[in-house]
Nanobody, 122 residues
Framework: QVQLVESGGGLVQPGGSLRLSCAAS????????MAWYRQAPGKERDLVAA????????NYADSVKGRFTISRDNAKNTVYLQMNSLKPEDTAVYYC???????????????WGQGTQVTVSS
């Protein structure tokens, strides 16, 4: 089994910054793409940012380009999301996602964290 544990959410004023972290643990042989999604009340869960393994190519939602930065530490099986210039519309539950293989012979399985609340409000 694999667990993803997020941290770093909270309440911040508009224009402020937060850094989210997500650490993967358990039966891990290899991790492929890691990503952050978010879900606001009454809305679907949407991709915020993703980062591949190896070359570390990144992909961002248009709404966060230039404000958010995704990064990863492969030695720690951890992915980060640095969020700057936060806006009220960034308010949502943020979920970590990772594609994890538990052995050389198994395929990649999609795992989710439990979510962390980010609230941007004055």
């Amino acid at each position: 089994q694999v667990q993803l544990v997020e941290s770093g959410g909270g309440l911040v004023q508009p224009g402020g910054s937060l850094r989210l972290s997500c650490a993967a643990s358990g039966s891990i042989f290899s991790i492929n793409t890691m990503a952050w999604y978010r879900q606001a009340p009454g809305k679907e869960r949407d991709l915020v940012a993703a980062i591949t393994t190896g070359a570390g190519r990144t992909n961002y939602a248009d709404s966060v380009k230039g404000r958010f930065t995704i990064s990863r530490d492969n030695a720690k099986n951890t992915v980060y999301l640095q969020m700057n210039s936060l806006k009220p519309e960034d308010t949502a539950v943020y979920y970590c996602n990772a594609e994890v293989a538990s052995s050389h012979y198994s395929g990649y399985i999609n795992y989710w964290g439990q979510g962390t609340q980010v609230t941007v409000s004055s």
